[in-house]
């Protein structure tokens, strides 16, 4: 949760409501949190009977929005009105057209209602009208999407936030399997906790039984077993996801392929140290430090640094660069490259 949203939550908790409030952007999650406090913990469910005001900007009218918000609560000081979907709201004719409708009642805002305008989807223009008379007269959110490689940060933060530890590699999986939908990835962690409740830290064997990622074929076991030197092993999950193309597309394995062969190369500069301080230099939980180690044995640096520049090379291709071969093809060729 960034700073800005703690401070938005802090202070409806602490009742010191603005009389306006705008929350626009691409991420639904944050957006949805905010949505459900004002419909939900703003007022008692007796003041929300006559109170608590829901409005469609598909199906209102701009004055719809307004008569709303200046009528008076009723046995209440507060009502609360939400305008949702706001980037469809009609407004008039010429140049006072959806949200800048609203400028007139945004400038004299009622003292006893608390209007939320929720634009999902994307952000209002900062430079307009109406969005300078809101960060004036109330408080403006923006829920900016979370770029895919920020995914498995966030989990830990998540994680952290509820008191449920999740370590590096397992924030990784459950970026790779559940994709950058942070209400998806939220449901899944709350399923283990029902689940388990006792546990403290989610690991692979919960993952695995409670979310559904197979460890025998997990994307994160082949760059492993390539440099464990396991053939058997490899050649088994090469010709898995050659037949399972969709379990793990060619950019989401050389990403993966690529944090593997990373660690490996930064894995000969940490010997002599302690694991702790090893962890902490390749970004792991301890517990994996001497399978890093006994890796990097087996691949001497030279090595490594060759695996390296074949991703970058297999990265440029996968997109279509220079490249007319299928993913199959280009992900058999690159293993091969690997165990010469």
């Known amino acids: 949760m960034t700073a800005e949203l703690k401070k938005l939550f802090q202070s409806l908790q602490l009742r010191q409501f603005a009389p306006v409030y705008l929350i626009d952007g691409e991420e639904s999650y ?17 003041e929300k009977d006559f109170n608590l005001i829901v409005l469609y900007g598909k199906d209102a009218e701009w004055s719809d929005v307004v008569n709303a918000c200046r009528r008076f609560p009723m046995f ?16 008039d004719s010429g140049e ?20 939320l305008i929720e634009h999902a989807g994307k952000k209002v223009d900062g430079k307009t009208r109406f969005s300078k ?11 900016d999407k979370i770029k895919d490689d920020g995914i498995p940060q966030w989990i830990q933060a998540f994680g952290k936030e509820i008191g449920f530890h999740i370590g590096q590699r397992e924030s990784e999986m459950l970026a790779t399997f559940l994709g950058n939908d942070l209400q998806r990835i939220v449901n899944e962690i709350e399923k283990v906790r029902i689940n388990v409740p006792g546990e403290k830290e989610l690991t692979q064997h919960i993952i695995q039984k409670y979310i559904g990622i197979s460890k025998e074929y997990n994307v994160f076991e082949f760059p492993e077993a390539i440099t464990s030197g396991d053939r058997d092993k490899t050649y088994r999950m090469l010709a898995y996801f050659l037949a399972n193309s969709k379990a793990a597309p060619m950019p989401l394995l050389i990403g993966t392929f690529y944090s593997h062969f990373n660690r490996l190369y930064q894995a000969n500069f940490v010997r002599g140290k302690t694991d702790k301080e090893a962890a902490a230099a390749l970004g792991v939980s301890p517990y994996f430090v001497k399978n890093i180690v006994a890796s990097a044995q087996h691949w001497p640096l030279q090595k490594v640094e060759r695996c390296l520049l074949l991703l970058s090379k297999y990265s440029t291709m996968a997109v279509g660069i220079k490249n007319t071969a299928s993913d199959r093809e280009l992900l058999k060729e690159m293993v091969g490259q690997m165990l010469e």
């Open 133 to 143: 008379r809101i960060k004036e007269k109330g408080f403006c959110f923006t829920s």
């Open 76 to 91: 209440a000081e507060k009502q609360v009105v939400i305008l949702k979907d706001a980037a469809s709201l009609k407004g």
């Open 30 to 46: 944050y957006l949805d949190l905010v949505t459900d406090f004002f419909e939900n913990k703003i007022l008692t469910p007796a």
């Open 96 to 115: 006072n057209k959806g949200l800048n409708s609203l400028i007139s009642y945004i400038d004299k805002p009622s003292p006893t209602t608390i209007f």
